[in-house]
């Protein structure tokens, strides 16, 4: 082929429908332009990928018929995925009944992936979940459903199975415990379940999943006061909770092999009593995830209880998320850590949210006294890392807690083979200077602090990376 040549071009048509499924549907229509060769190819492309992000009033009569169009003229016998998102401002161009037509439309195109998205402006106004989802012949070939803003009838009139249904993930669902419960009988092989801000849960039970293969359960709700979780399935391999008044039972069950739980604070006198009983039945879990009020709830227990945490003798990756905010959090989580005799990885995320991207201010503490050893008087007691070989840390913003943190997992590492530090450096205008607010140093200046550390182990390879973020200039 000669140089300067078209060779995307030439490629077949199962090759170019597999690179413009890459694309939102927009994007991959406005390919026809390059030539006539790529006039129909978006017509036949697997995926479907639609967001109407527009306020309602700024769009043009174009923009509020391109759902249709593209719908009516698309030739895919079948769809990989379906995906539709709506904000709540352009939701006033499009009537339930043209929702539910869109998702008809999606099933008879045997999609195996569905995802449909409404941003909706008020809790209590949920769009209603056609009859279709429930009945339609070709509701076997759905694999993967994600459903946010969607009212579901109590009583769906289920006449096939989803026999193929792998996840669901349901966001922002009008939907109570008694529908959800009889839903997921119509599941027979579904593995993967994410219930996020469905606020009219009160109560989730993994037992209403026995008559499935449910292996992965992400529970996210913030906002519902007392919701009670209850982790007694034995398929289960893997949970996610995020949620502060989330009360937790887990049964002590061997199967569960990975656990995350997050939460903004650690309230002593209301959970102290159920935090121990089922950190108790999670002991065995190979992998365990948890952020700040992991730490307030260590440190608490060695001030009250005169008791570490050396029970968690399978753990392999441990993963942090969140600041370190006091010295007496950083010992306790330490010393947890030296008592995970397995432990080979750990990976640390420094934000306060996933959403944050700027970082917050937070107590730049500094270790004033070093680890006591035995001291015999409640203090932890610190050995080391005996087989810890890899830890990755994202989000590094440069405070003196991170770095306290990194050091010490340095100095007890005694095998420790790669350090991976990814440096997020802050640059703040006027405005957030007056708000207490402190720019970041110099990338060179951090690198030089990290590298200076000492180590406990002699082969440890330091790899460091930077990005960079200017706010309010």
Known sequence: MSEGQDWISVLPDEILHHILSFLTTKQSIQTCILSKRWIDLWKFTPVIDIQMATPYHETTPSERTFIHNTLTQHQAFKLHKFSLDFSYEALYAVANVQLQHYIEFAISRQVQILSV???LLFEYFCYVLPNVFYSHDNVPSLEQVSLKGFLFNPNPPCDLPFASLKALCLFDCAIDDGTLKG???????????TIDLCHRLLNFKASWCQSMTLKHLVVRCMDNPGF????DSSSLSS??????TVKISVSSLSSIDEAKIFRSRYYPYMQNFDTRTWLRNLAHVKKFGVNSWFSQFLAREYEVNNNGWKIFENLKVFAWFGPLGKECDLIALIDFLVHCPSLEKIEIDFRFSFSEEAGEHRPPFALERPFVENSGDGQPTVGFLDNVKKIIIHHFFGYKSEIEFIKHLMQKAVVLETLSLTYHRLEFGPEYVSRGYTSCPPKELVQEEIFSLSTASSNVHISFHDT???LGF
């Open 117 to 119: 998205s409404i941003e």
């Open 183 to 193: 839903l997921l009988s119509y599941f027979p092989v579904l593995e993967s379940l």
């Open 228 to 231: 009670n979780l209850e982790i």
């Open 239 to 244: 949970f996610k909770v995020d949620g502060n």
């Open 468 to 470: 960079y973020h200017k």
